[in-house]
């Protein structure tokens, strides 16, 4: 009863007025780069393949996020090619299907410093399983869901597609990196019953990578060296702003990461983020817990998120190309 009540609540917000619509979001910014910021695609060099899967407020069965993308570095095209699909399902009745294609250019600014530039197109698919919703007048208090409504006449479609642009940038070093990425650059209409034009995301990110041992030679075989990585990412999307500030432990072959993420205006938190995340070779796999520190801290379940990536075979290159030393998760 209490999920049915869930979905009687985001139908009537979905349905009547505008809707401050959202996209998803991540914990683990770095293992869905491409959904980051467009310009990481070839970031990697080599072929990269990366899947993730997000389940958020599990106690309320509430949103369930997967993606999938691949991206690799092209000598012809003097940067890099990228592709993702993401599947949002929200409830049991609403389900947004999205597929991306970018280019990002590879500019060599100076002998350690580069930049990539990179544009994306989005077609993106919203639909609603209308007999999936509960209405008030459906419920009777003894027995539950037992009546038809008359409440809401069922729409004249209830899927609907539409296309996007998206821009970003990049600039890195040998230690450091910062970026900038926009999407929804042409505010798409995503209603059904009513006209919701979708407000442009902005995504700002920016990090380092710091060894705290240089000696290699007192490094044993087992561990790596050390690597702290702080990162800030800063997201925008109509009214609403988020910031995310976190530190990762690269001690490979172990990776261990801690985020907070909050409101700009700092009066509202939202969740500690701690992630754990092992890498051998060419793979990764990495799972992270949001705890709710909201007031929907006993009631949501967190969020629990999973990912993994690898890198495929790498052709036979014709350039010298640097990788971007960001953080894995």
């Given at each position: 009863?209490k999920?049915k009540i869930?979905y009687?609540l985001v139908?009537?917000?979905s349905l009547v007025?505008?809707?401050k619509?959202q ?6 910014f770095?293992?869905?780069?491409l ?19 997000r389940?958020q407020?599990p ?6 996020t997967?993606t999938?993308s691949?991206?690799q ?5 003097s940067?890099?090619?990228?592709l993702?699909?993401m599947?949002?399902?929200q409830?049991d ?5 999205t597929?991306?294609?970018m280019?990002?250019?590879?500019l060599q600014?100076s002998?350690?410093?580069?930049l990539?530039l990179?544009?994306q197109?989005?077609v993106?698919?919203?639909?609603l ?5 509960v209405f008030?007048?459906m419920?009777?208090t003894?027995?539950g869901?037992i ?16 296309f996007?642009?998206?821009a970003a940038?990049l600039?890195?070093g040998d ?5 900038v990425s926009?999407v929804?650059l042409t505010?798409p209409n995503?209603?059904?019953?009513s006209?919701?034009r979708?407000?442009?995301k902005?995504?700002?990110n920016?990090g380092m990578r710091?060894?705290l041992?240089?000696d ?7 561990f790596?060296?050390p690597?702290?990585?702080?990162n800030v990412i800063y ?6 702003n988020e910031l995310?500030?976190g ?13 907070f993420r909050?409101?700009m205006?700092f ?9 754990f995340?092992?890498?051998w070779g060419d793979?990764?796999i ?7 520190v909201s007031s929907?801290?006993n009631?949501?379940?967190g969020?629990h998120e999973?990912?993994l990536s ?5 052709p036979e290159k014709?350039k010298?190309?640097r990788d971007?030393k960001?953080?894995?998760?």
């Amino acid at each position: 009863m209490k999920r049915k009540i869930l979905y009687l609540l985001v139908a009537c917000i979905s349905l009547v007025t505008s809707v401050k619509a959202q996209d998803p979001h991540f914990s683990q910014f770095y293992a869905t780069p491409l959904y980051t910021n467009a310009a990481f695609a070839g970031s990697a060099v080599c072929p990269r393949l990366s899947l993730s899967y997000r389940n958020q407020w599990p106690s309320l069965g509430a949103f369930k996020t997967f993606t999938a993308s691949y991206d690799q570095y092209f000598d012809a095209l003097s940067g890099g090619v990228g592709l993702y699909v993401m599947s949002d399902k929200q409830a049991d009745f609403y389900r947004i299907n999205t597929a991306a294609l970018m280019y990002s250019l590879h500019l060599q600014l100076s002998r350690s410093v580069a930049l990539n530039l990179a544009a994306q197109v989005n077609v993106t698919n919203n639909s609603l399983d209308w007999d999936e919703l509960v209405f008030g007048d459906m419920i009777d208090t003894r027995y539950g869901v037992i009546y038809n409504t008359t409440m809401a006449d069922r729409p004249d479609k209830t899927s609907h597609t539409y296309f996007d642009f998206g821009a970003a940038a990049l600039v890195y070093g040998d230690t450091w990196y910062a970026g900038v990425s926009a999407v929804n650059l042409t505010r798409p209409n995503d209603g059904f019953v009513s006209y919701n034009r979708l407000p442009i995301k902005f995504t700002a990110n920016a990090g380092m990578r710091l060894n705290l041992r240089r000696d290699q030679r007192r490094t044993n075989s087992f561990f790596g060296q050390p690597v702290i990585s702080p990162n800030v990412i800063y997201q925008h999307q109509g009214e609403f702003n988020e910031l995310n500030y976190g530190m990762y432990l690269d001690w490979s072959p172990f990776v261990f990461g801690a985020w907070f993420r909050q409101s700009m205006s700092f009066a509202n938190s939202d969740a500690l983020v701690l992630l754990f995340g092992v890498q051998w070779g060419d793979y990764k796999i990495g799972y992270s817990y949001d705890i709710t520190v909201s007031s929907l801290s006993n009631a949501s379940g967190g969020a629990h998120e999973v990912s993994l990536s690898c890198k495929l075979p790498c052709p036979e290159k014709r350039k010298k190309v640097r990788d971007i030393k960001c953080p894995s998760f």
